[in-house]
């Protein structure tokens, strides 16, 4: 059973950049499949972060457009997570996902629900 690990997170102050990074471990994620970042806050729900379909279509919460750049490599089964002007409300645990929504070029949920395999997350801190 294909599971996948975090790394690269860490304690930054506001305005600096991260870079968090998702490999696969025990096996690979189904080809043709959407990878994905999702954060949780304390107190608080999971929430959509980012996307990436296999053929390289991206897709963005509102709040984290022009900032954050998602990116993988398919032959690697890696996904990462440009972190750029972090701001305090960024920081949460950060998990990566890998599903397959039915075809290479298919919009991924924004749903953590709809997403069956996941890493155990990886902390970023922001401070003001």
């Known amino acids: 059973q294909v599971q996948l690990v975090e790394s690269g997170g860490g304690l930054v102050q506001a305005g600096d950049s991260l870079r968090l990074s998702c490999t696969a471990s025990?096996?690979?994620?189904?080809?043709?499949?959407?990878m994905g970042w999702f954060r949780q806050a304390p107190g608080e729900e999971r929430e959509f972060v980012a996307a990436i379909n296999w053929a390289a279509t991206t897709y963005y919460r509102n709040s984290v457009e022009g900032r954050f750049t998602i990116s993988r490599d398919n032959a690697k089964d890696t996904v990462d997570l440009q972190m750029n002007d972090l701001k305090p409300e960024d920081a949460a645990v950060y998990y990566c996902a890998a599903e397959y929504f039915g075809s290479m070029r298919a919009t991924p949920s924004r749903y953590p629900g709809r997403w069956r395999t996941w890493g155990q997350g990886t902390q970023v801190t922001v401070s003001a």
């Open positions: 025990g096996g690979r994620t189904k080809t043709g499949g959407a």
